[in-house]
């Protein structure tokens, strides 16, 4: 089996940061994209930033110039830094990652998510 496992979550002051992070385990012949999405309370859920290997990186609109997403392949981890932070980032975080427990094939995993809140 395969596990996802988000931290780094908590509350937030609005101007503040954070940085979360992700880490698969189990049975993985290798990663592919990794990334992040969240969910707020009424909205479905959104992309926040995905990336490859590393050298490609998207992110969404709300958050480009905020966001930067990280691998460490040696980790299995993917990291997600957001700064500036306001009312609109509060949402459950939640990590996604494309696994294949043999090469050739691979699924979509997703962790079991990690609250921010962004308040004074």
């Known amino acids: 089996q395969v596990q996802l496992v988000e931290s780094g979550g908590g509350l937030v002051q609005p101007g503040g940061s954070l940085r979360l992070s992700c880490v698969a385990s189990?049975?993985?012949?290798?990663?592919?994209?990794m990334g992040w999405y969240r969910q707020s309370p009424g909205k479905p859920r959104e992309l926040v930033a995905t990336?490859?290997?590393?050298?490609?990186?998207d992110y969404a609109d709300s958050v480009k110039d905020r966001a930067t997403i990280s691998r460490d392949h040696a980790k299995n981890t993917v990291s997600l830094e957001l700064n500036n932070l306001n009312r609109e980032d509060s949402a459950v975080y939640y990590c996604l990652a494309s696994i294949g427990q043999s090469y050739g094939s691979s699924q979509a995993y997703w962790g079991q998510g990690t609250q921010v809140i962004v308040s004074s």
């Open positions: 189990g049975r993985i012949a290798h990663i592919y994209d």
């Open positions: 990336t490859d290997h590393g050298k490609r990186a």
